[in-house]
């Protein structure tokens, strides 16, 4: 689904993002007058709250977590809970017993809030781990925090969860990694640092594979040096107290298997290397080299000696031969770019500083730029633009639930307990009307 057909302008829907077209269909979102039979009114009160409350989950999903039972909290007064029992709620019903307006239960009495129970229609689906990112302000939309999940940058109480349909219980701490927190939040870059940015990336790459190269190539000098002080069948060896032990046949062969299992461990690695795999051709040309050492050390007991260091010295050549490197990263000439440091103070006081404030006073204010700068750097190849700045059309959309304990340092939040619906308030985030929400409720009821 493209963003245009997701945000459309003709049929005013009211997503879970921060979409700038998000924004004008709320300020266009009206109560829908009821037009239709009441079956026509619960269904399109239904398709326009499930537009907002979980519109990422499956529609069959959402009716398996309906519950009709809805939370509230009443408050009572704690002076009139002191002094009556409950016993004076029976006192002359059926008697024909009224209040008159001096009786002292008229005294404690106020005037009763409505509590809004329909709105905690979709209080379930606030439980739900990418819902809660989405709430916490972790995510520019609930679609970017269940990508945030599935993609293993969230954990909840210290362990990676990548099921973005975890329903969290009261107490459970669930952390982003801050680098999506301020990629998600932050302003875009703009073409210009988009270009910049992949430059950098591109060659912080290139620097990354040559140093890779370095390793392998190292490694293979060393096996080459192994081999190279390998003892011949007429060598010796040389003990601990330096004397010169002629190498017998038997401790030969053992020399030569134990070679040939070291040119195995050797191709072994350049197979399973993760970061430099090869080709699938040169896949192919190590499996069979790995074959014919097999082959070789099948044969230790077999053949003399000579023709093991014969056999080694082939096998060896062969491995020498291919060339491992990979000539692709030398020739993509990408020069690095390099970046200024920010820590260096500006020759130009800031603008903010006037002439007659005091020296100290303006000293101060240069520190505190200064650890500004230092704490929000300048780095082209972050996804985001830098010095990081919030994204446009964010404050429409930045509150935080009561059930929620977040703390933007370490992106990092407490689910304290379930939303709760009490007198004049409702606790489910909703930009939708009572009534609506009331058809909604009543369409999951199944009572059509």
Excluded at 141 to 161: D, E
Excluded at 174 to 195: N, W
Excluded at 237 to 250: L, Y
Excluded at 382 to 404: D, E, H, N, Q
């Amino acid at each position: 689904m493209t963003r245009t057909r997701f945000h459309g302008l003709k049929r005013v829907k009211f997503r879970m993002t921060w979409n700038k077209y998000n924004l004008y269909n709320l300020s266009r979102l009206k109560a829908r007058p009821n037009i239709g039979t009441l079956f026509q009114q619960k269904w399109a009160a239904k398709s326009a709250t499930r537009a907002y409350h979980g519109e990422q989950i499956r529609e069959k999903q959402w009716q398996g977590m309906f519950d009709s039972r809805l939370n509230a909290v009443i408050p009572m007064d704690h002076r009139y809970l002191a002094q009556y029992d409950g016993s004076e709620q029976a006192a002359g019903r059926g008697s024909g017993a009224e209040k008159r307006p001096g009786d002292p239960l008229r005294e404690h009495e106020r005037p009763a809030r409505r509590v809004p129970y329909m709105s905690m229609t979709y209080a379930p689906i606030e439980r739900r781990l990418d819902v809660a990112i989405f709430r916490a302000l972790f995510a520019s939309s609930a679609r970017q925090a269940r990508q945030f999940v599935t993609h293993g940058s969230v954990k909840v109480n210290g362990k990676k969860i990548q099921y973005p349909g975890y329903l969290l219980n009261p107490g459970d701490m669930f952390q982003v990694e801050p680098e999506r927190v301020l990629y998600a939040t932050g302003a875009a870059k703009s073409p210009e640092q988009i270009r910049e940015g992949r430059e950098i990336r591109k060659a912080r790459r290139l620097i990354h594979i040559r140093r890779h190269e370095r390793r392998a190539t190292a490694r293979e000098e060393a096996v080459k040096r192994a081999l190279a002080k390998r003892a011949a069948p007429g060598e010796t060896v040389r003990s601990k107290k330096c004397r010169d032990v002629p190498m017998d046949e038997k401790e030969a062969r053992k020399q030569r298997k134990a070679d040939l299992q070291e040119l195995v461990k050797h191709v072994q690695a350049i197979m399973d290397n993760r970061k430099l795999p090869p080709s699938a051709k040169r896949k192919q040309e190590l499996r069979q080299f790995l074959k014919d050492v097999r082959k070789a050390m099948a044969q230790v007991n077999q053949k003399t000696v000579k023709d093991l260091q014969e056999n080694l010295s082939e096998l060896f050549a062969r491995l020498s031969i291919a060339n491992t490197k990979t000539k692709s990263a030398e020739k993509s000439g990408t020069s690095l770019t390099v970046i200024p440091s920010s820590d260096a103070p500006s020759a130009t006081p800031p603008s903010s500083v006037s002439v007659k404030t005091p020296q100290q006073q303006a000293q101060k204010q240069m520190r505190k730029k200064l650890l500004r700068v230092r704490q929000n750097p300048v780095d082209e190849s972050k996804p985001y633009a830098t010095p990081w700045a919030p994204r446009p059309y964010m404050s429409a959309f930045a509150f935080i639930p009561r059930y929620l304990e977040v703390n933007h340092r370490i992106c990092s939040a407490v689910y304290l307990r379930h939303p709760v619906a009490r007198p004049g308030l409702s606790e489910v985030p909703t930009p939708f009307a009572y009534d609506t929400m009331q058809l909604a409720y009543t369409w999951y009821l199944r009572r059509r």
